[in-house]
């Protein structure tokens, strides 16, 4: 069960503006539970009573201890990386200055703000943000729970705001990011991110890769032929799997232009 806080979260519709291939079907449920503190638990076992009284005089001392008698050390529990924790709330104005804006497609009360635990190309674990329609939330949140338990790497997670909105910048970071108020891509439609219905992961180990095999980033070239490196997507892997079971699409089976990066809700 996902641990998760949820304020006032509220539906919206919208319709899907760019062109790609059809819309999966399948969708899932998600639990999801009032949030609760993690932390690790530590069994201290009491001190021992002894069953009768000392009888050393004031002048004897203990012998010294000899490396046979010293404890075994053992990994500390807080050392183990933390579970999977998911927040979800309102967004507000001051959080998103460059990626919304009043005539954008969704309202700021159709948005939600994400924020959760992912595991980063370090090993280690990382806390990131991602806006996203309050009415994919909650699936959101269990497909990156999946991917943390699986200890699938992203580089990095937040708005793209961080980037002043600029969806090219966060892209040549390598930012994990879903909601931006933008275009599709050699398209005058909005795209799916402008209504927080799709999301770009790890956009520098999966770029969008043109007919004739040319991409815009070449910080990205090493992963155009899709090699087996950490934090690359491939055909039916645990990732795209991940996001088939809440009926989201990859544009990595498009059949013109492969986008790698790109998940979402309507498959376009």
């Given at each position: 069960?996902?641990?998760?806080?949820?304020?006032?979260?509220?539906?919206?519709?919208?319709?899907?503006?760019?062109?790609?291939?059809?819309e999966?079907?399948?969708?899932?449920?998600?639990?999801t539970?009032?949030?609760?503190?993690?932390?690790?638990?530590?069994?201290?076992?009491?001190?021992?009573?002894?069953?009768?009284?000392?009888?050393?005089?004031?002048?004897?001392?203990?012998?010294p201890?000899?490396?046979?008698?010293?404890?075994?050390?053992?990994?500390?529990?807080?050392?183990?990386?933390?579970?999977?924790?998911?927040?979800?709330?309102?967004?507000?104005?001051?959080?998103?200055?460059?990626?919304?804006?009043?005539?954008?497609?969704?309202?700021?009360?159709?948005?939600?703000?994400?924020?959760?635990?992912?595991?980063?190309?370090?090993d280690?674990?990382?806390?990131?943000?991602?806006?996203?329609?309050?009415?994919?939330?909650?699936?959101?949140?269990?497909?990156?729970?999946?991917l943390?338990?699986?200890?699938?790497?992203?580089?990095?997670?937040?708005?793209?705001?961080a980037?002043?909105?600029?969806?090219?910048?966060?892209?040549?970071?390598?930012?994990?990011?879903?909601f931006?108020?933008?275009?599709?891509?050699?398209?005058?439609n909005?795209?799916?991110?402008?209504?927080?219905?799709a999301?770009?992961?790890?956009?520098?180990?999966?770029?969008?890769?043109?007919a004739?095999?040319?991409?815009?980033?070449?910080?990205?070239?090493?992963y155009?032929?899709?090699?087996?490196?950490?934090?690359?997507?491939?055909?039916?892997?645990?990732?795209?799997?991940?996001?088939?079971?809440?009926?989201?699409?990859?544009?990595?089976?498009?059949s013109?232009?492969?986008?790698?990066?790109?998940?979402?809700?309507?498959?376009?």
């Open positions: 069960m996902i641990a998760m806080t949820i304020v006032g979260v509220t539906a919206c519709t919208a319709t899907a503006c760019a062109a790609g291939d059809a999966p079907t399948a969708r899932t449920s998600v639990t539970a009032s949030p609760a503190a993690v932390s690790s638990v530590v069994t201290v076992p009491p001190d021992q009573t002894p069953t009768s009284s000392p009888t050393s005089s004031p002048t004897s001392s203990p012998p201890a000899t490396p046979d008698e010293t404890p075994d050390e053992t990994p500390s529990a807080a050392a183990e990386p933390p579970e999977f924790s998911a927040k979800i709330t309102k967004v507000a104005r001051d959080e998103v200055p460059h990626s919304w804006r009043p005539s954008c497609p969704v309202s700021l009360n159709e948005l939600r703000k994400i924020t959760m635990t992912y595991w980063g190309l370090d280690r674990a990382h806390t990131g943000e991602m806006v996203v329609n309050a009415a994919v939330a909650e699936e959101v949140a269990s497909v990156f729970r999946k943390y338990d699986q200890r699938y790497p992203i580089r990095r997670m937040e708005l793209v705001d980037y002043k909105g600029s969806d090219y910048d966060s892209i040549d970071a390598g930012n994990t990011s879903a931006n108020c933008r275009s599709a891509t050699g398209s005058g909005w795209s799916e991110h402008a209504y927080g219905r999301i770009d992961l790890n956009p520098l180990e999966n770029p969008f890769v043109y004739d095999g040319s991409h815009a980033h070449s910080n990205a070239d090493e155009v032929d899709r090699p087996k490196k950490p934090g690359v997507i491939h055909a039916d892997d645990k990732v795209v799997r991940a996001f088939e079971e809440i009926g989201w699409g990859w544009g990595g089976y498009w013109s232009y492969k986008d790698y990066q790109h998940f979402s809700k309507s498959g376009h």
